[in-house]
């Protein structure tokens, strides 16, 4: 079987809706995303796709990527989850980066990126992650990060501060983003912050893929 066929047959968790034309072979979209996803540069993937006989460049990977718009889809199977945030650079500014993991099974259930850690954003993220999941009666994993304890306070959350224990999937996961972003330093030079975002969701999605 040509390794092209053999690729197309295992490859089928990204939605390709976002195609418009057939000038490139959905599997090969499908690999050039996971190539990315998984630690190649975009060069990288274009020059693997060179050599499956797909010549495309390193901007169309880079385009594939972020008009997938992948999300991280769960389901919450424990009675708690890790919550924390996390500084990300873009364009030599600070950002927060909200993250939530199922300790459970270690899926990430959201994330989401904002110019400034608030109240308002920490409510924000909050809401959200409390629409997509019903999380009525899920206790919240916490370190001492402030906005995060004091919002969880006063809107009457239920939360344990802890710096161990089931917490930690939380900060495996951003252990794993930082080394990520590290792995190639252009990740998150000359892009808008909603593109780091959908990169950054994008990166979830593979990592769920891989938990189950």
Same mark, same amino acid.
């Given at each position: 079987?040509?390794?092209?066929?053999?690729?197309?047959?295992?490859?089928?968790?990204?939605?390709?809706?976002?195609?418009?034309?057939?000038?490139?072979?959905?599997?090969?979209?499908?690999?050039?995303?996971?190539?990315?996803?998984?630690?190649?540069?975009?060069?990288?993937?274009?020059? =693997? /796709?060179? &050599? $499956?006989?797909?010549?495309?460049?390193?901007?169309? @990977?880079?385009?594939? %990527?972020?008009? *997938?718009?992948?999300?991280?889809?769960?389901?919450?199977?424990a009675d708690q989850?890790?919550?924390?945030?996390?500084?990300?650079?873009?364009?030599?500014d600070d950002y927060?980066?909200?993250?939530?993991?199922?300790?459970?099974?270690?899926?990430?259930?959201?994330?989401?990126?904002?110019?400034?850690?608030?109240?308002?954003?920490?409510?924000? =993220? /909050?809401? &959200? $992650?409390?629409?997509?999941?019903?999380?009525?009666? @899920?206790?919240?994993? %916490?370190?001492? *990060?402030?906005?995060?304890?004091?919002?969880?306070?006063?809107?009457?959350?239920?939360?344990?501060?802890?710096?161990?224990?089931?917490?930690?999937?939380?900060?495996?996961?951003?252990?794993?983003?930082?080394?990520?972003?590290?792995?190639?330093?252009?990740?998150?030079?000359?892009?808008?912050?909603?593109?780091?975002?959908?990169?950054?969701?994008? /990166?979830?999605?593979?990592?769920?893929?891989?938990?189950?």
């Amino acid at each position: 079987m040509a390794e092209s066929e053999r690729l197309s047959k295992c490859i089928e968790w990204i939605d390709l809706s976002f195609v418009e034309r057939d000038r490139t072979p959905e599997w090969a979209i499908q690999v050039g995303i996971r190539c990315h996803l998984a630690d190649m540069s975009t060069r990288d993937a274009s020059q =693997f /796709l060179d &050599e $499956l006989g797909v010549q495309r460049s390193h901007v169309a @990977v880079h385009n594939w %990527v972020h008009k *997938a718009e992948l999300q991280p889809v769960s389901t919450v199977s424990a009675d708690q989850l890790a919550v924390d945030e996390k500084v990300i650079r873009i364009n030599g500014d600070d950002y927060w980066l909200y993250g939530a993991v199922d300790p459970q099974t270690n899926e990430i259930l959201h994330f989401r990126l904002f110019p400034a850690t608030t109240k308002q954003t920490t409510r924000w =993220f /909050l809401t &959200e $992650l409390h629409r997509r999941y019903r999380l009525d009666g @899920v206790e919240f994993l %916490v370190d001492d *990060a402030d906005y995060l304890v004091n919002v969880l306070d006063e809107d009457g959350y239920r939360f344990q501060m802890i710096s161990h224990g089931n917490r930690n999937a939380i900060e495996r996961v951003f252990w794993e983003i930082e080394r990520r972003t590290s792995s190639f330093a252009t990740s998150f030079s000359h892009v808008e912050p909603q593109t780091a975002e959908s990169w950054l969701k994008a /990166l979830a999605v593979r990592h769920n893929s891989r938990q189950s």
